[in-house]
């Protein structure tokens, strides 16, 4: 009989790439992880991991069972969500995970209503992730919703086995000091061609994230190479930066929104955005207090979309 515990360690194993990171998910020592799965391959009678130097890899055997664990996951998450569903009491912790820029917007606005309107029987525990490692946390069960977004120009594949609510479309735009001679009056009503920066210093995104990608996809499209002054982890550094010197960057309009007052934004073309949306698990958004989170974060797309902030859309 396999033991439920021991494969979802296994499972958090295939997410996490190493002994270390498992360990730590889980709040367990590497030793006790490594015990662990000695005993799961006791009970299947077959390898499920291996040693590459000194990491754990997963055989052939190990990728099959994670396969079948996380549709047992993804069953039971369901019928925990609709068991809980059949009650009429909404509470509960829901536990949140989205970017920096949509905490700050999106989520912030949430909490507020949450407080005015069902406190305190409804809390919000929140951590700020990038999507990929978002969509980690909720695979591992360690979130119940993830505020994520995909580029067009980058699209980030998204499994099949979560659900997907659509929020906003966030278009990228450029950011030039005030007083750039872009930004001047004859030319702000003209998107800016991005073929014709291919001379300009550019601030970028750091080089491991979705947003690079983008800065990178669409200055290739473009036809040149970024001539890259500074790497910035936060948007909020990357327009300081901007507005302190002659270089230029492209950025999501949401992440503008609490920038500083001497940075001009300029629709660009050709035009790109990114989409921004919530992951669940499957059937966790019938959780009561899940559910009015994803209702109380489609009304903040919405107050987003709908007031002063031009650009926002509706997403697809």
Known sequence: MLELRRLRLLNVLATEGTVTAAAEAVHISGPAVS??????????GVQLVERVGRRLRLTEAGLLLVAHTRIVLDQLAAAEADLVALGTEIAGTVRVAAFSSAMG???????????????PRIRLQ??????EQGLDALMRGDADIV?????????????????RQALLADPVVLAVAAGDPL??????????PLAELADRDWLVPDAMSACYRMVEHACRAAGFVP???????????????????EAVALVPHLATLHGPENVALLPITPVTARHIFTLTRPGGARHP?????????????????DH?????????
């Not at 699209?155 to 086995?161: D, F, M, V």
């Not at 207090?289 to 489609?298: F, N, S």
């Not at 002063?308 to 997403?315: E, H, R, W, Y």
């Open 147 to 163: 505020i994520a977004y995909s580029y067009e120009l980058a699209p980030g594949p998204i499994p099949t086995s979560v659900e």
């Open 105 to 119: 917007t999106l989520v912030a606005e949430t909490w507020q209503q949450l407080r005015a309107e069902h406190a």
């Open 289 to 305: 207090a899940v559910r009015v989170v994803l209702e109380h974060l489609a009304e903040a797309a919405g107050h987003l979309t």
């Open 227 to 245: 001539r890259t002054v500074a790497k910035c982890a936060e948007f909020s550094a990357m327009l300081a930066l901007v507005a302190a010197g």
């Open 35 to 44: 015990q662990q799965l000695a005993q799961l391959e006791r009970e299947t």
């Open 183 to 192: 930004n001047a009056p004859r030319n702000r009503s003209l998107p800016v």
């Open 308 to 316: 002063g902030n031009p650009g926002l859309s509706a997403s697809r």
């Open 126 to 131: 929140l951590t700020t992730l990038e999507p």
